[in-house]
Structure formats: C-alpha cells, structure tokens
C-alpha cells in the first residue's frame, strides 16, 4: 500500500495508472489501530508518500513508528518540496520503481 495524505494524492496518482493507494486524511489522523486494520486486511508493507514539507516528513517518521509497532514494513519516499498530489505522468512514471520497491 502506498499511503498519501490527501485524497487529491490519491486521485492524481490513481489517474496515472498506480491503484493501490490509500489516504490517511491528514497525518495526524493515523494511529495505531487504523494500521492495525491495514495489517488484518492482509497488509505487509507501506510505502508512506507524503508532501516534502519539513512538518509531514516529520508526521512520517512518526508514521513509521507506528507502522513497525503493528507489524508493518514501512519505508518513506521523501520527495523535496513536491506534492503526490501535483505530480505529472512523466514524473510518475520515474517515481514508479520506488513505489513498488
């Protein structure tokens, strides 16, 4: 699962073709038991792709924490200063290989 933060994340990156997006709705709306449900889901591991402000990559490191305390394998794919939900399709598809990494 790729995890965004907005739902526009979503629906931009589902435009350009990657489907298995979720988003948290802001990233202090994720907790433990929304991950937890992931992982019962049959979940195993989170890509988290969040805006590259200095705030949210913090949100994600918290994130990550959460993540490995429920039993998911998560990584971060930290873009500077750009928007998931703002990307191009010739910027997709670059990022394409780290997302399923």
């Known amino acids: 699962v790729i995890l965004v933060e907005g739902i526009y994340d979503v629906i931009n990156l589902h435009d ?7 988003c948290c709705f802001g990233t202090n709306n994720i907790n433990e038991d929304k991950l937890g449900m992931l992982k019962i889901q049959g979940v195993s591991r989170i890509a988290t792709f969040l805006d590259g402000d200095e705030a949210v990559q913090k949100a994600a490191v918290n994130i990550k924490v959460m993540c490995e305390k429920v039993g998911l394998v998560t990584r971060n794919i930290e873009l500077k200063e750009l928007d998931p939900g703002a990307l ?4 997709v598809r670059k990022l394409e290989s780290r997302l399923y990494a």
């Open 88 to 91: 191009t399709e010739s910027q």
């Open 16 to 22: 350009k073709g990657i489907e298995n997006v979720l």
